[in-house]
């Protein structure tokens, strides 16, 4: 597609030189890429310019979250009083965006409701 435009008494045709991606791109191993751009026109004595560009690499929730160990065997006294901690679990997500926040929840092992979990970090 060309496109064109005039300023006062200059014409000028802007000629699209797309960039764009040939591999799946992942933030989590580069977030960022520096190009150079350079064009040159089809004069008989080619001018050249050329130009920067700075291409930024938003996440997207990619990853799952993880715990520090892959299971956990806490132990609690049988007298435990309601509302006794049992185990603070700890998770991270390698994702960036504002979506990363872990919610938890019991997802089987407790169909009488003796335990309970604070479902946002």
Known sequence: MTTSFSICLISCI???GNIYTSEVLDRETSNRYWLTVHA???GAVPLSGRLDVYIEVLDDNDNV???IQPAYY???PENAPPGTIVLQLEAFDWDLNDDNKIRY????GDPQGFFSIDNVT
């Open 40 to 42: 040159v026109d089809r």
């Open 14 to 16: 802007l000629i699209p």
């Open 74 to 76: 806490p132990s609690i």
């Open 105 to 108: 929840s019991i997802a089987s």
């Open 65 to 67: 979250p993880l715990t």
